[in-house]
């Protein structure tokens, strides 16, 4: 008798993900990092445990993905990832057209947990909430007699069938864009690289507590007040010739604030915030006057939905739909070099991270990177920790500087660490 083959199960990738294989490279892997730094060292048969747990709840992550006629798309597999030490540089490929492999990588390094995934599985609410997920399996695990009888349930209690939502489809409305203004070409920052496509991170810990409260000061959000220091630190860097190009941020925005979804894959939108240095005050209190009014004008369900219909419309267009994969590879590539002439760098503000109090005493703080071929920020807040991470291909780390500089001279107290490419006390002594 034939054995019978098992229904291999697959699905589209949702609408935010289709960019992403046809704009990888070695330069921009589009792969993102979270870490858990604990108070004690990392337990690797432990953690292989609590991952394979971990898989349970998340089968979405054992998917590779492939190469359609028309479309990209995740296929599931019996694969079982490994734990391993950290043996490469953050943020490296992780998808290989040519060979197949889990599109996540969880490794660890002394006290720290690292979960990095290509984008075109998730974004960060899907990947902290795996990661959430994994420590709480974890410390279980290692802490068992303090920990009998503690069920490691976080507020992430969705279906497997609301995890592996495609949101985008779910809210599409049809609403279209009003006619817009094409934007200036935003100003780019040049400059030297590091070799072999490595990135420097550079990693900024403070308390909290101390940012929310300047950020009062300021009447606004810490969203608001490090994107206008963000600002003001690239503008730091422009001659008076580059100065007519403004300078302009991408913020990456969950839309499971606005519509309703426990989708552990991407639902995120975008909104870019333009200043343009030559016409508009170089103040910090007038450039977060014009941030916040920005925010306040974009961050709305109506305006939000319009922005998410215009990516969904292309998707569902029947030509769109009938070109053949390497022509949508080619157009999606020219499209993304297209849309990097209008962005000089990148803010994304994940949040206050939260774990269940039982076992929240054994966690310090979690960060969050990514890869880019410009300059950006990532930030995530646990307890009285926040940390803002730097990532960049350039060599030079004068806006780093500036951007921190700011801080201290605010009184926020700034413990600074970096990757190896930058590893040494002089550099970061410069930094503050």
């Known amino acids: 008798m034939k054995r019978q083959k098992r229904a291999v199960k697959w699905k589209r990738l949702d ?6 294989p046809s704009n990888s490279s070695k330069r921009d892997t ?34 590779i993905l492939k190469r359609g006629l028309f479309w990209y798309y995740l296929e599931e597999t019996e694969f079982s990832p490994l734990v391993r030490i950290e043996d490469r540089p953050p ?26 995934v290509y984008h075109a599985l998730t974004d960060g ?10 420590v709480c399996h974890y410390l279980i695990q290692v802490h068992s007699n303090e920990l009998k009888g503690f069920a490691p349930l976080i507020d992430y209690d969705a279906t497997l069938t609301q995890k592996e939502d495609d949101s985008f489809q779910k809210y599409y409305s049809g609403k279209k864009l009003p006619f817009q203004l094409k934007r200036k070409r935003a100003f780019k920052l040049r400059g030297m690289k590091l070799p072999e496509y490595r990135i420097h991170i550079i990693e900024g810990v403070m308390p909290a507590k101390q940012v929310i409260e300047k950020a009062k000061e300021y009447h606004t959000t810490v969203t608001v007040l490090f994107t206008s220091l963000f600002l003001l630190a690239i503008h730091s860097q422009q001659s ?33 915030v333009v200043y343009d240095f030559s016409a508009q005050s170089d103040k910090l209190e007038d450039v977060v006057s014009y941030v916040s009014h920005y925010f306040k004008e974009e961050l709305t369900k ?15 267009n029947i030509l ?26 990148a803010l994304s503000n994940v949040g206050i991270v939260t774990l269940p109090a039982e076992i929240s005493e054994y966690v310090r703080l979690f960060d969050v990177f990514t890869a880019t071929n410009r300059l950006q920020i990532c930030m995530c807040s646990y307890q009285n920790h926040m940390t803002v991470s730097f990532t960049s291909p350039f060599i030079s780390c004068d806006i780093e500087k500036h951007f921190f500089r700011s801080l201290t001279a605010m009184g926020i107290s700034v413990e ?5 490419v930058l590893e040494n006390k002089e550099k970061l002594n410069e930094i503050l």
């Open 15 to 20: 609408n935010a993900a289709k960019i992403f």
């Open 30 to 63: 589009k792969v993102f990092r979270f870490a858990c730094e604990l108070y004690e060292p990392v337990q690797q048969a432990a953690l292989q445990t609590a991952l394979d747990e971990t898989l349970e709840l998340f089968p979405l992550y054992r998917s």
């Open 91 to 116: 943020c490296s490929t992780i998808y290989d057209r040519n060979s197949k492999s889990l599109l996540f990588d969880v490794t660890y390094y002394q006290n720290r947990i690292n979960l990095e």
């Open 125 to 134: 609410t899907g990947a902290l909430a795996f990661l959430r997920t994994l």
């Open 240 to 272: 008076i010739r580059e100065q007519k190009r403004p300078v302009s941020i991408n913020v990456p925005v969950n839309l499971r604030k606005f519509f309703p979804s426990e989708s552990a894959r991407n639902f995120f939108g975008l909104i870019t």
């Open 302 to 316: 109506e305006k939000m939905e319009l922005r998410m219909n215009a990516y969904t419309a292309i998707e569902r």
């Open 320 to 345: 769109a739909r009938v070109v053949p994969l390497p022509l949508k590879d080619l157009v999606l590539h020219i499209v993304g070099n297209f849309n990097n002439r209008e962005v000089t760098g």
């Open 416 to 420: 600074l660490s970096a990757n190896r």
